[in-house]
């Protein structure tokens, strides 16, 4: 398994240098800005308490690998509420109808966002108890890109604005890496003996995870552009050449 751990970590060193994560270091703009793909997550973060509850989680748990599972669901099961809390704070809570809301959760440009729940569960279902942990062990470190840079950005604007980021803040990113980070898991998933065809199998799953995280990442630049653009902000045309290269 340490090879396929050594690939979740290449991958997420590749996955660290997508133009999203470019453009949320990008200075130049303000912190809030950087965070205008908001709102496009919505169907993947509030369907993430679900994939662990329901996908993830097989209780009783028929080997020790799943319930290592069945433990990290109980850990990533109730985050979507803090989402929704940040939503408001950042400003998003504008009034809409029941219509025009569901009419924006459905709509093309968050297609990636509502089929990324479907795709992992696609995955999970046919996998092992092992390979649940791979899959969960790569979605964690996609997850550690993404939250330690909205960490530095919820820092700058709770400063600025006396808000509380929960879900995009230390609060968030602290938990996280409390459990991904170091944990029991990790150790266990590291010494877990893999023939060759378990091991080619493990690396497919790797790739695939990252690949849907890495489209999901550019559906939530492509928001971003285009609300900052609709905001008729000076920093959408930086932002446009941004996305280009
Ligand atoms: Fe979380
Ligand atoms: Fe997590």
């Known amino acids: 398994m340490r090879s396929v751990m ?4 290449e991958a997420k060193r590749r996955y ?6 470019d453009f ?6 303000p912190a809030a800005d950087r965070l205008a793909f908001y709102p496009c997550m ?3 973060i509030m369907a993430f308490g679900d994939l662990n509850k329901y996908v993830l989680r097989d209780e ?3 080997d020790r690998f799943q319930e290592l599972v069945n433990a ?8 979507w509420p803090w989402y929704l ?23 093309d440009q968050l297609q990636v966002n509502r089929m990324l729940m479907t795709q992992l569960a696609h995955l999970i279902y046919g996998a092992t108890p092992v390979e649940r942990l791979v899959i969960i062990e790569a979605i964690e470190e996609t997850g550690n890109v993404l939250f330690d840079l909205t960490a530095k950005l919820a820092r700058v604007i709770e400063a600025e604005q006396g808000v509380t980021l929960r879900y995009l803040g230390d609060f968030h990113f602290n938990l996280e890496t409390g459990h991904a980070m170091g944990s029991d898991e990790h150790r266990v998933l590291a010494e877990i003996p893999l023939d060759d065809t378990q091991r080619a199998r493990c690396l497919s799953l790797v790739q695939r995870v990252f690949g849907y995280f890495e489209a999901w990442t550019n559906e939530l630049l492509s928001f971003a552009v285009a609300e900052l653009d609709r905001r008729s902000l000076q920093p959408g045309i930086e932002v446009r050449e941004l996305q280009r290269a």
């Open 24 to 29: 949320m270091r990008d200075d130049s703009l």
């Open 72 to 79: 990290h669901t109980y850990e990533d099961d109730h985050h």
């Open 60 to 62: 009783p748990a028929s």
């Open 42 to 44: 919505a169907p993947f």
């Open 85 to 107: 809390e940040d939503f408001t704070a950042l400003g998003y809570d504008r009034p809409t109808t029941p219509t025009q809301a569901l009419h924006f959760l459905f709509s």
């Open 6 to 9: 050594k690939t979740i970590f």
């Open 16 to 21: 660290a240098q997508l133009p999203l994560f």
